[in-house]
Every structure is written in C-alpha cells, then in structure tokens.
C-alpha cells in the first residue's frame, strides 16, 4: 500500500456553509491525488479540513503554504496548510485506510447517480470532484459500481401549483403564459441572491406541452411543499440540485416555511385558493 499523510488546513476567511458540499480543489492540485478530504468542525466554530495525500504529493512545486478550493457560493477560496497539527486531531489511523482500500459494492441508476455506502452522500459519477474512479472523494472509499438499469433514486424537492388566478395592473390572468393554472410546479432552491422572492421552476408548459424552465414570482406558487419525486423527467432536470439525503429534504422543508413565512408578511396566503 502506498504511504500517505494527512495534511490539515485552514479557510482562509470564513469556512463554507457547513457541510453541504465537500472542497473542490482548484486543478493545479490534481484532485486525483487527494486521496480523501474531511471537514471538522471545532469547537470555536472555526473549520479545519484534513486532506490525505501520498507521501510524495507535489505541493511543493506549486506552494507550500496554500492550496485552493472551490466554495459552497462556487468561489475559489484559499487553504491554508498549517505547519502544526492542532491538539485533538489524529491522523488517519492504518486500519482506517485498509478500510477505505478495501472497495464496498455501489450501484449506478441509469442517470449516473450513487448513492455513498459509507458516507450516505449522493453523487454522479461525471462529478470528477467526487469521483476520481477508483474512490469516492469525499469520504476516500473505494467503492465497486454495478448498474441499476432501469432504476432511479427519488429526489426531494419543493413543490406546488401555479395560481389560479394573478392579478397583473388592473387585468385578471388564468395562470401566466407558459403555465396553465393549477399545473404542478417543481422548484429549484435558492439560485441567486434575493431570498427565494424569484423562483426558479420546471413544469409542463401549456402548448407545445413540454418540460420548461421558467422563473416566477414566489406568490405565484400555491400550496407549496416538500415532496419526494420519483418522476424521470423531473428528476433528470433537478438532481444537480436536490437528492434524496435527509439534507434535502430539510432544505426543502426550511425554504417551504420561508415561503409560508413571506405569505404571512406580505398578508397574502400563496397556500389558499380563493
Ligand atoms: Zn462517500
């Protein structure tokens, strides 16, 4: 077995939001030799990440000290390799790695989706910042892939219907343009920076009748939820954004309170049919 060593590093400036996403570092690091990467969490709320590497990693060649990663907003953000390990972190036990080693048997949907055993992490196999071919890059195990023909995994998502009725100036319109009312709406989560006041969403058009993406006003989704969806279609267009890890699905519960929330501020009720 090839001898590795766990480098421990630091953000420099605020740590990403906590666990959503794992680092992807910047190509000059050659993701494929970071053999795992994990990110704790102290006690003062700062964040250190442990990356093991083989023994004869080139950082030298680029920079000792720092290294960069892509953040949760998609940024690059720099590491900061510290010289000296902090008190409470152990390096990666041998056991340890005989266990990531050792490859644990996954399945592969006819989307590319895999679900983690170890580590319970949804990916897709085209994510080189996951996957590297040999291991999952997140948690460092190795993992076995078998396909799944026809199966799929559910994802969570936000879901509701298009008003009945929208007021626009002084004219009543039946649904908008794209959307006949009542038409069930999937939403992506948050994707620019103004709250979730636009939402953006896919559904069946009204002619040519089709799968569209379409952004529209958050009042204009009634009755919205968290759901889980088994539909293909669906789940081909959203799963770069939503999967079917208890993580989603809180995120979809927290941004379905938000929208309850903003209907109750506003005096108006997205939920209620009138
Ligand atoms: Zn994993």
Not at 193 to 208: C, E
Request: aromatic fraction near 10%.
């Amino acid at each position: 077995m090839e001898s590795t060593a766990t480098l421990i590093a630091r953000w420099v400036g605020e740590p990403p939001i906590w666990g959503f996403e794992p680092p992807r570092f910047s190509p000059i690091v050659d993701e494929q030799r970071i053999l795992a990467c994990e990110r704790r969490k102290q006690t003062n709320g700062s964040e250190l990440v442990l990356l093991t590497v083989p023994i004869r990693f080139p950082f030298k060649r680029y920079s000792t000290k720092t290294i960069r990663a892509v953040n949760d907003r998609g940024h690059w953000q720099e590491l900061e390799i510290l010289e000296k390990v902090p008190p409470g972190i152990e390096p990666f036990s041998p056991d340890r790695f005989k266990q990531l080693n050792t490859p644990l048997q996954a399945q592969k949907t006819w989307l590319g989706q895999i679900l983690c055993p170890r580590c319970k992490v949804q990916f897709r196999i085209s994510n080189r910042a996951q996957w590297n071919g040999i291991r999952h890059l997140l948690c460092g195990q190795a993992l076995r892939i078998g396909q799944l023909e026809d199966q799929i995994m559910p994802i969570w998502c936000v879901v509701g219907n298009m008003i009945q009725k929208r007021q626009a100036g002084d004219k009543v319109w039946s649904g908008t343009k794209h959307f006949a009312p009542g038409t069930k709406l999937y939403c992506f989560p948050v994707i620019w920076g103004n709250g979730y006041q636009s939402i953006k969403v896919i559904g069946l058009g009204r002619r040519p009748r089709r799968w569209i993406e379409v952004v529209i006003q958050w009042r204009w989704l009634q009755n919205p939820h968290a759901q889980l969806i088994y539909k293909p279609a669906v789940i081909e267009r959203l799963w770069d954004h939503w999967d079917g890890s208890s993580k989603s699905k809180g995120l979809a519960e927290q941004l379905v309170n938000q929208l309850h929330q903003m209907a109750q501020d506003k005096g108006e009720a997205p939920q209620k049919e009138k």
